[in-house]
């Protein structure tokens, strides 16, 4: 048995989940032809309490997207120095908009207000890119699936309103946060200008991100978004799979954070593992003390069907998913109190 926790953009659709596929009425999307993907537009919109939203290929695109919508070559975006639109993102926002990232270190990559206040240029520095955007993480992968509180993204928000900066959320992952912190998605609705989610992750579906925003400026993604190449035709039979995944494998999300935290537990108690960081959704990062090699902990692992990642020296993640079986988690936490 093969046992991927590498990430939970491994899983693959259900067979529920591809007979929906396969019944999708479909049309030409670039024209705005498609009845399931225009359905899955107004559900996701009308879910965050938003005039609009856009369906993308990918999360990447959309947050690549919604940068340029809110910026202007020679400007400046501000985010934490472990963000994905910072890190892992190919140098987009440089490439697509010309723009700089301003970081600040924050703490499990979430940022507070006073950092971003505190890293706002002077808008009189002709010198100096002008601050045009601030990008939050939520919840954050490098941060281990950290979640924020609403009161600091409301303070964020309130910095951005009064230095007329725009805020987007990268919410790849939010439909964890929105589980783990029995949180309503018309909250960060009401926060931000943009958001981008994923269904693809822990929802399961094969394919697809959604912006999400006021009309005007889902309007304008509509050509950015061409002028990425993501325009579609009949995508109609992925946004299925994405309606599919919203109707019915969000509050599962919360059997995923139990086995992550079990995971960690288990971890905690190992004494070749130097620490794991604070769970509380769905990613599990921990350190192997200094004399054991941790490319030794995934080999070993890999061995027996099992397959972790390295975020760097001593550093580990796991992801739990919809496909991570309550047998397949029996399995890992035998195999690792068996490891050494």
Request: net charge negative; glycine share 8%; aromatic share 6%.
């Given at each position: 048995?093969?046992?991927?926790l ?7 659709p259900?067979?529920?989940m ?5 019944r999708?009425?479909v049309?030409d ?5 498609d009845?399931t993907?225009?359905?899955l537009q107004?559900t ?8 609009a939203a856009l369906?993308f290929?990918s999360?990447?695109?959309a ?6 919508l809110h910026t202007?070559?020679?400007e400046?975006?501000?985010c934490?120095?472990l963000?994905h639109?910072?890190l892992?993102?190919s ?5 697509h908009?010309?723009?700089?990232c301003?970081?600040?270190v ?8 006073e ?7 002077d808008?009189k520095a002709f010198?100096?890119p002008?601050?045009?955007l ?7 992968n ?7 509180d609403v009161?600091?993204l ?5 910095v951005c ?8 959320l ?6 964890n ?6 949180q ?5 609705g009401d926060?931000?200008?943009?958001i981008?989610?994923?269904?693809s992750?822990?929802l399961g579906a094969?394919v697809?991100?959604?912006?999400i925003?006021d009309?005007e400026t889902?309007q304008?993604?509509i050509?950015v978004?061409?002028l990425?190449g993501g ?6 039979y992925?946004?299925a799979?994405?309606?599919y995944?919203i ?7 919360a ?5 992550a935290?079990e995971?960690?537990?288990?971890l905690a108690a190992?004494d070749?593992?130097e620490?794991?960081e604070e769970?509380e959704?769905?990613?599990v ?7 054991v090699d941790?490319l030794?902990?995934?080999?070993a692992l890999k061995q027996q069907?099992i397959y972790i ?11 739990t998913?919809l496909d991570y079986?309550a047998e397949m988690h ?9 490891l050494?």
């Amino acid at each position: 048995m093969e046992i991927n926790l590498t990430s939970d953009t491994v899983t693959k659709p259900s067979q529920e989940m591809l007979a929906a596929m396969m019944r999708a009425e479909v049309g030409d999307d670039v024209f705005s032809q498609d009845p399931t993907v225009i359905t899955l537009q107004n559900t996701v919109a009308n879910l965050f309490g938003k005039e609009a939203a856009l369906f993308f290929p990918s999360g990447t695109m959309a947050n690549q997207a919604a940068i340029k919508l809110h910026t202007q070559p020679g400007e400046q975006l501000i985010c934490d120095h472990l963000s994905h639109v910072y890190l892992f993102e190919s140098g987009g926002a440089a490439f697509h908009s010309g723009v700089t990232c301003g970081t600040v270190v924050g703490n499990r990559g979430m940022i507070t207000a006073e950092q971003v206040l505190g890293r706002i240029n002077d808008p009189k520095a002709f010198y100096e890119p002008k601050s045009a955007l601030v990008c939050i993480e939520n919840t954050t992968n490098k941060g281990g699936g950290a979640c924020y509180d609403v009161d600091e993204l409301l303070k964020i928000k309130q910095v951005c309103i009064n230095n007329n900066l725009k805020l987007h959320l990268d919410g790849a992952r939010l439909w964890n946060a929105l589980v783990a912190k029995k949180q309503h998605p018309k909250t960060f609705g009401d926060i931000f200008d943009t958001i981008s989610v994923c269904f693809s992750k822990g929802l399961g579906a094969p394919v697809g991100s959604m912006l999400i925003g006021d009309a005007e400026t889902i309007q304008r993604a509509i050509r950015v978004r061409k002028l990425m190449g993501g325009g579609m035709r009949q995508v109609g039979y992925l946004a299925a799979g994405a309606l599919y995944a919203i109707q019915h494998n969000v509050s599962r999300l919360a059997h995923d954070h139990e086995r992550a935290k079990e995971l960690g537990a288990c971890l905690a108690a190992l004494d070749w593992v130097e620490k794991v960081e604070e769970i509380e959704t769905n990613i599990v990062i921990f350190s192997t003390k200094p004399q054991v090699d941790y490319l030794h902990v995934i080999e070993a692992l890999k061995q027996q069907g099992i397959y972790i990642s390295a975020l760097g020296a001593n550093t580990l993640r796991m992801v739990t998913h919809l496909d991570y079986t309550a047998e397949m988690h029996q399995i890992v936490l035998l195999k690792l109190q068996q490891l050494f």
